[in-house]
């Protein structure tokens, strides 16, 4: 039976082979972006529970992107 853990963000269910493990907590690779991108810009900030994360990396992609 493969290894199976929710995502430590979203309500993902991972299985081995798809688990991005981010300062020691499980993320979906969703997560895993939108934590690194967070940590890069904001690394105090708290990273939210995101419904839809596709639209929320869409969001932060431009915010990054407007800023260069």
Do not use: Q, S, T
């Given at each position: 039976?493969?290894?199976?853990?929710?995502?430590?963000?979203?309500?993902?269910?991972?299985?081995?082979?798809?688990?991005?493990?981010?300062?020691?907590?499980?993320?979906?690779?969703?997560?895993?972006?939108?934590?690194?991108?967070?940590?890069?810009?904001?690394?105090?900030?708290?990273?939210?529970?995101?419904?839809?994360r596709s639209q929320i990396l869409l969001d932060v992609?431009?915010?990054?992107?407007?800023?260069?």
């Open positions: 039976m493969p290894f199976k853990v929710n995502c430590g963000n979203c309500e993902d269910l991972l299985i081995r082979g798809e688990i991005y493990n981010y300062k020691g907590k499980y993320l979906c690779e969703d997560c895993y972006v939108l934590r690194y991108l967070f940590d890069k810009e904001a690394p105090d900030a708290h990273l939210p529970v995101v419904p839809h992609g431009l915010r990054l992107a407007a800023k260069r």
